[in-house]
């Protein structure tokens, strides 16, 4: 797979983000309603991936400063034809070492308890359960996590 920066609101980004959206109707009955500006995706306050598979788009994800040290994941998401082959994983480990790049110490993620691929995910990728955050804090089927994020040696980075 071949990962590109992207803008948010590029046509192949649109697409990708739409058929999470979709995934999130068919698993909850809504699209997310988390406010998203596609500006906070653009460096500096931001970075959003779209993977490829010979030319045709495949996976995304992207993340956006939240406070301080902080960057939050958004639109985590691989087509059902695609899944299954490690490039969730690859896209996560990208959008870490660039938040991490950027000067970001921690990311924070909003998921929910119908997903419970992306949970595994996150938690073997060694994110842990936070204080539940954003629009969807008080909903029961919400899980918030966060990691500490480390550079490429493994040496956790001062903050």
Do not use: H, N
Request: hydrophobic share 40%; glycine share 10%.
């Amino acid at each position: 797979m071949d990962l590109r920066v992207v803008a948010y609101d590029d046509p192949d980004a649109v697409k990708l983000i739409d058929g999470v959206q979709q995934e999130y109707v068919v698993r909850y009955g809504e699209m997310d309603i988390t406010p998203v500006e596609p500006s906070e995706f653009a460096p500096p306050l931001g970075l959003f991936l779209v993977g490829y598979l010979d030319d045709v788009p495949v996976a995304c994800g992207g993340w956006r400063v939240r406070g301080d040290d902080e960057a939050e994941l958004k639109r985590m998401y691989v087509v059902d034809a695609a899944r299954g082959k490690g490039f969730a994983r690859a896209v996560l480990a990208e959008l870490e070492r660039t938040a991490f790049a950027a000067g970001r110490t921690r990311l924070v993620l909003e998921s929910g308890l119908k997903q419970p691929e992306a949970l595994a995910l996150y938690r073997s990728a060694g994110y842990a359960d936070i204080p539940k955050f954003g629009v969807y804090r008080d909903d029961p089927l919400s899980v918030c996590m966060g990691k500490v994020l480390e550079d490429m040696s493994g040496d956790l980075r001062a903050g």
